[in-house]
């Protein structure tokens, strides 16, 4: 039988305590924000920031229980978790506290296997949303609850396939940085006490330390790619074609950013210090406010070395610290510029590279081919079951 979702679920959102008034930060009330939610998310029992009795009483904020299904409604759309606790949310949401004629992870799985439609509901100006009444109006079919859970225990151990393949993925990136302390030690510290420079002294003459695009505006049809942290977040690999597109003119302002295709990509907004190494594929691509693009100067430090740098625990450490925000945190420039960068000589520098591609190279061909062909396989699979059962419009 098919239901709108607001026929079935009811829609809550949320609102974000002032961030000026310390008085509403650092209790033990839960809070998300859409960040938290990864492409892994399932069950959240936590959240990173914290907010305490007076800020919820002077906000209005109104908790939804344990099993909401959580979805986010911009920036970006479609990320999907289920409550595993009562808990508050930031106005990034719409959630959905399901009736007893769904059952709410089946909903989760709907939701997740859709997320290129609930994207296509999107609307806005300066970036898109999905509203209240927009959500409230899609369509699902649903069947007998035992149908339900029938289908939610198949998908889910198709689920643990796919985390298994990456857990290898995750395998693999922990030797490269076990490798990377073995050579070179403690960044910080630098106990093997390798000459150090800063970030901005290891860049190729003329580059700066600067982030791209501040205001990037609507989708731009033949428009100019701009990476955000989303798009490399979590090791994400990205395509072209997946890049939120600009108007040429809001590009041409800041022609600085605009990528060669070889450049490192790093995020100082958000979720702050993730890599992404990019390749010809993204020459003339642009970067958004979030995202520093960095060339290094080869005969000082190879920019696959300095890349594992950021991965390294040292320079997580040090780039916290540098951190400031409350309810967006983010590396101020001049402090960023200053980060201290190991330099050992090019040779052993060079040796490292070379282990690193050589596991890269492992990665691709015993774990991450076979990974996406299961991938493809599950997820046509996923969707079909999804759109078959729940009837999607």
């Known amino acids: 039988m098919k239901y709108k979702l607001g026929e079935i679920c009811e829609i809550v959102s949320g609102s974000t305590p002032k961030t000026t008034v310390e008085e509403y930060w650092d209790g033990d009330i839960k809070w998300i924000t859409p960040a938290e939610i990864t492409e892994d998310s399932y069950i959240i029992n936590d959240s990173a920031r ?27 759309i479609g990320k999907v978790a289920i409550a595993g606790c009562e808990m508050y949310c930031n106005q990034g949401f719409k959630n959905l506290i399901c009736s007893d004629k769904i059952n709410n992870k089946y909903l989760y799985w709907f939701l997740r296997g859709n997320t290129g439609y609930l994207n296509s509901l999107g609307r806005g100006a300066t970036f898109k949303e999905i509203s ?10 649903v069947p007998d609850i035992d149908d339900q859970i029938a289908a939610v225990n198949n998908l889910e ?24 302390v073995e050579m070179f030690g403690d960044a910080i510290k630098n106990d093997k006490e390798w000459k150090s420079i800063t970030l901005l002294e290891s860049l190729e003459s003329g580059r700066t330390v600067s982030y791209g695009i501040v205001q990037t505006g609507d989708d731009y049809e033949n428009g100019v790619p701009v990476f955000r942290p989303v798009d490399i977040a979590g090791g994400h ?41 990019t390749t010809e594929e993204f020459e003339g691509c642009n970067v958004g406010r979030n995202i520093v693009p960095l060339l290094t100067d080869e005969s000082k430090v190879k920019q696959r070395f300095l890349q594992e740098l950021f991965a390294s625990d040292s320079i997580k ?18 402090e960023f ?35 996406m062909i299961n991938r493809r396989r599950v997820w046509d699979w996923l969707r079909l079951q999804v759109q078959n059962q729940c009837g999607v419009q």
């Open 337 to 371: 510029k200053e980060m201290p960068v190991i330099t050992p000589p090019i040779d052993i520098q060079n040796q490292f590279v070379l282990i690193a591609e050589q596991v890269d190279k492992s990665k691709v061909i015993e774990v991450y081919i076979a990974f």
């Open 50 to 76: 914290k907010i305490t009795e007076l800020g919820v009483k002077k906000t209005g904020l109104t908790p939804f229980p344990e099993g909401t299904v959580i979805l986010s409604s911009r920036a970006p």
């Open 237 to 277: 690999i990205p395509k072209r074609q997946e890049l939120k597109r600009t108007a040429p003119a809001i590009s041409a302002q800041y022609k600085r950013t605009v990528l060669k295709g070889n450049e490192l990509l790093v995020t100082v907004r958000g979720s702050v210090g993730e890599t992404f190494q």
């Open 132 to 141: 209240k009444g927009i959500v409230s109006e899609i369509i699902i079919n």
């Open 317 to 334: 450490r040090w780039l916290k610290g540098i951190t400031k925000g409350i309810a967006l945190q983010g590396l101020n420039m001049s």
């Open 157 to 180: 151990k198709i689920n643990g396939i796919i985390k298994l393949r990456k857990q290898e993925l995750v395998e693999l990136d922990c030797l490269i940085k076990a490798r990377f």
